[in-house]
């Protein structure tokens, strides 16, 4: 890849300093603001919109990986309605991305599951029973190496995708098996610890007369969006090819804050 294209994919100093995943930050980086308050309830209401609301709340999530990606120092970008088409339009390509591979596997699924079914059903008596047993013991272990496997490639899939902002760009499986490769097991522990966070935080949401659930999920979202952005992060400080960013656009807001690491 030219160096052009390379110092419109990421800056420099992200490429080369080596990094380590801080899962706490996922979720503290958002209080970082003095808004923080008002930009997570804004950002929640996404979630009362059904289907186009968690569009622009996607297209958002990958706004700030951008973000952090060309400014690093800086905190999260604050959520904007005057940018709602502009978030629309970044989180169509990743939500039309994950449709495509679900389209693919769900069927892969059913055909895998539905021949040791009916072998299983041409055997008669005593013998049906046991095949039946091992047919249900085989799907499901299929159903959960298939889960595991795609939600390694749906990650890096829908990171290409939010950040290249083009389908053509998107289903580079190439980069994809290579990022697979090089940070399976972030991606593994970084779900394990959203899926035991996630829990408390949801609980917090619930105590606050149910009403919390929107923010808490909008924080949520935003926590897996930093870790997204911390493994994309490893992975070009490890050599990973980066991915080619349009041209920056007004999305990014130029009054955040700096604010110093001590």
Request: hydrophobic residues 50%; neutral net charge; charged residues 15%.
């Amino acid at each position: 890849m030219s160096t052009d294209i390379e110092s419109k994919s990421i800056p420099s100093t992200t490429r080369t300093e080596p990094r380590k995943t801080e899962y706490l930050r996922s979720y503290l980086h958002v209080f970082e603001r003095e808004d923080w308050f008002l930009n997570l309830a804004l950002s929640s209401v996404c979630f009362l919109i059904p289907v186009i609301g968690h569009i622009v709340f996607m297209g958002y999530k990958y706004q700030v990986v951008e973000g952090f990606l060309r400014r690093p120092n800086e905190k999260i970008s604050k959520f904007d309605f005057n940018q709602f088409a502009q978030m629309l339009s970044r989180g169509v390509y990743p939500f039309v991305a994950s449709l495509v591979l679900q389209f693919l596997v769900v069927p892969l699924f059913f055909i895998i599951a539905f021949v040791p079914i009916t072998i299983s059903l041409m055997f008669d008596g005593e013998e049906q029973a046991p095949a039946m047993i091992l047919a249900t013991i085989f799907v499901v272990f299929v159903a959960i190496v298939g889960s595991f496997v795609v939600h390694l490639i749906i990650g890096p899939l829908m990171l290409r995708a939010g950040l290249s902002q083009s389908f053509s760009a998107t289903f580079n499986f190439r980069w994809i098996r290579s990022f697979v490769r090089m940070m399976w097991f972030e991606e593994i522990m970084s779900t394990l610890f959203l899926i035991i966070s996630s829990i408390f935080v949801s609980i917090i949401g619930m105590l606050m007369c149910f009403v919390g659930i929107y923010p808490a999920l909008a924080l949520m979202s935003l926590a897996m969006s930093h870790l997204t952005y911390q493994q994309y992060a490893i992975f070009l400080a490890n050599g990973g090819e980066p991915i080619p960013l349009k041209e920056e656009t007004p999305c990014y807001p130029v009054d955040q804050p700096h604010y110093n690491h001590t």
